[in-house]
């Protein structure tokens, strides 16, 4: 398993990557808006994160199995170099669950966080029904910081959050 930079040559391994884990995803956390799930949408989606990412305000990742399939995602979002602070996000497939994946994401996003970007800290959101979510902030180091101000919207009904906070 590899994890790397997104890149814009990725638009259509990540199109199949979505489709595929649409209902899973979706199940899970917000949905993105239809027009996402077509070459088009994603070639922007990817333009506006590498966009951030020479802004400075995101790092954008892959998780690749050996051969090139993607199987998660994972982002370090609203970087704020003043503050010295990011949010982590990760998305797995649904096939590749249970294989310690998000718990590698997680520990890139904080290599990444503490070395290449010089952060001080990190902020994580989780859904009250995402209890694998929080167990894997939770053995990285996160701590439970209280209710968070996100509400998520999963099957079209509203679900709160919870706030971890790393250092």
Same mark, same amino acid.
């Given at each position: 398993m590899q994890i790397r930079t997104l890149t814009t040559a990725d638009a259509s391994a990540l199109l199949e990557f979505e489709l595929a884990n649409r209902d899973w995803f979706e199940s899970q956390v917000d949905a993105r808006a239809p027009d %996402? +799930?077509?070459? %088009?949408g994603v070639a922007a989606h990817i333009g506006d994160?590498? !966009? /951030? =990412? !020479?802004a400075g305000t995101m790092h954008p990742c892959l998780l690749l199995e050996d051969d090139g399939a993607?199987? &998660?995602r994972c982002n370090l979002k609203d970087i704020d170099r003043i503050a010295r602070r990011a949010e982590v996000g990760y998305r797995i497939a649904a096939t590749a669950i249970? /294989?310690?994946? !998000? &718990?590698a994401a997680l520990t =890139?996003?904080?290599?990444? !966080?503490?070395g290449r970007w010089e952060l001080r &800290?990190?902020?994580a959101h989780v859904t009250i029904a995402n209890a694998a979510s929080a167990r894997v902030l939770e053995r990285a180091g996160f701590a439970l910081a209280g209710p968070s101000p996100i509400l998520a919207r999963v099957a079209e009904q509203p679900l709160a959050c919870l =706030? +971890? /906070?790393h250092h």
């Open positions: %996402f +799930y077509n070459l %088009f994160y590498l !966009a /951030r =990412h !020479a993607i199987v &998660g249970g /294989r310690g994946l !998000a &718990g =890139h996003l904080m290599e990444l !966080a503490y &800290g990190l902020d =706030h +971890y /906070r």
